[in-house]
C-alpha cells in the first residue's frame, strides 16, 4: 500500500497552476461509483460533490457540464447556457478518445482538449466543491471559482 496519494494529470495542472485543493479518495472496483454514494464515502453534502457530463450541440461543439450529483442536467437550460439549439449527452463509448478520461473518472480539469465548461450555478455559492480528480476513486476538493477560472467556464442554471 502506497502512503501518498499518487498524482493524477488534474492535480499536477493545480499545482502548477498554484491553485490550492485537497485530495480525497475512495474504496471502488473498476466501474464507475454512482455520484451520490460518492458524496457518502467521501462524508461530503451531495450538493458539494460535482459530476462532470460532456455534451455535444447541434453545431457539432462539445460542451462540459458540472452538476451536484444528486441532479440531473436539463438538456434545454443547458442549450440555453452555450447558445446552442440542442444538445445532446455523449455516448460513454466516446468519452475515453474525447476526453481522455473513463466514466466516474472525467474531471473538468485537463482532458485532452478543452471545452467549454458550465458549473451549475449553485457551484457559485459554495466555498468547496468536489470534482473528480480524473480517476475512479480520487477527488479534489477546491474552490469553484478557481475551477471556473482555470477552465474559462461560467456559472449558469442547468439542472432540472
Same mark, same amino acid.
Given at each position: ?18 491553485? /490550492? ?20 464515502? =467521501? ?20 460542451? @462540459? ?7 440531473? =442536467? ?15 449527452? =455523449? $455516448? @460513454? ?14 474531471? /473538468? &480539469? ?9 458549473? $451549475? ?20 476538493? =477546491?474552490?469553484?471559482?478557481? &475551477? @471556473? ?8 442554471? @442547468?439542472?432540472?
Amino acid at each position: 500500500m502506497k502512503n501518498k496519494t499518487e498524482k493524477t494529470n488534474v492535480m499536477r495542472i493545480l499545482d502548477q497552476k498554484k491553485i /490550492p485543493y485537497e485530495t480525497r479518495t475512495y474504496p471502488h472496483g473498476d466501474e464507475a461509483v454512482d455520484g451520490v454514494e460518492v458524496a457518502r464515502l =467521501l462524508r461530503q453534502e451531495p450538493k458539494a460533490v460535482y459530476k462532470t457530463l460532456v455534451a455535444q450541440g447541434a453545431s457539432r461543439q462539445y460542451y @462540459v457540464f458540472d452538476i451536484p450529483v444528486d441532479a440531473e =442536467l436539463d438538456l434545454k437550460k443547458a442549450a440555453k447556457a452555450v447558445g446552442e439549439k440542442s444538445v445532446a449527452m =455523449l $455516448h @460513454v463509448k466516446d468519452l475515453l478518445p474525447l476526453t481522455g478520461y473513463v466514466r466516474g473518472g472525467c474531471s /473538468p &480539469i485537463g482532458m485532452k482538449k478543452q471545452f467549454f465548461t458550465t458549473f $451549475h450555478a449553485d457551484a457559485e455559492k459554495l466555498d468547496m466543491v468536489a470534482v473528480s480528480a480524473g480517476r475512479i476513486g480520487y477527488q479534489v476538493i =477546491l474552490d469553484p471559482q478557481e &475551477i @471556473v477560472r482555470l477552465v474559462r467556464g461560467q456559472f449558469c442554471d @442547468v439542472v432540472k
